[in-house]
């Protein structure tokens, strides 16, 4: 099923092409939370740590998602209009864990924390994202 479809049956990811090629894994799916993970490797800048590019992508990705599946539940679909990142700390190996928490649901604009962090639970960048929700095309 697909955003366009005009169902309120809750909406599931699908990951597009840059999501394939950074090697994100869906955890978890819901309303509720989005999780996902990624690999630091093969998501590295030139100085061998986790570019902040493929933080904000992946970060971006998974707060969309999870408006989404919001939308989804009032027969809209949903697009960004505004994204933040903070970097805390760096990684040059491991697997991050990308978590998508709601700060607002509402029938017009949803805004989600995502909070990317290593394996041992520390904090690596904080997301703010905003997305506008639309009704579906016929």
């Not at 990811?13 to 999780?35: F, N, P, Q, W």
């Amino acid at each position: 099923m697909t955003p366009e479809t005009g169902s309120t049956e809750l909406w599931k990811i699908t990951l597009g092409e840059l999501d394939e090629k950074m090697g994100v894994k869906i955890v978890e799916e819901s309303v509720d939370r989005v999780v996902a993970t990624m690999p630091v490797e093969g998501n590295r800048q030139s100085f061998g740590l986790l570019h902040g590019g493929a933080s904000l992508a992946v970060g971006e990705a998974v707060g969309s998602w999870a408006a989404v599946i919001h939308a989804s539940t009032l027969g809209k679909t949903a697009v960004g209009v505004d994204v933040s990142a903070t970097h805390h700390k760096s990684a040059r190996e491991g697997t991050i864990t990308i978590t998508a928490t709601p700060i607002h649901l509402g029938g017009t604009l949803t805004t989600h924390e995502v909070l990317i962090t290593n394996e041992a639970g520390q904090r690596l960048c904080t997301l703010r994202i905003t997305n506008l929700l639309l009704d579906r095309k016929s």
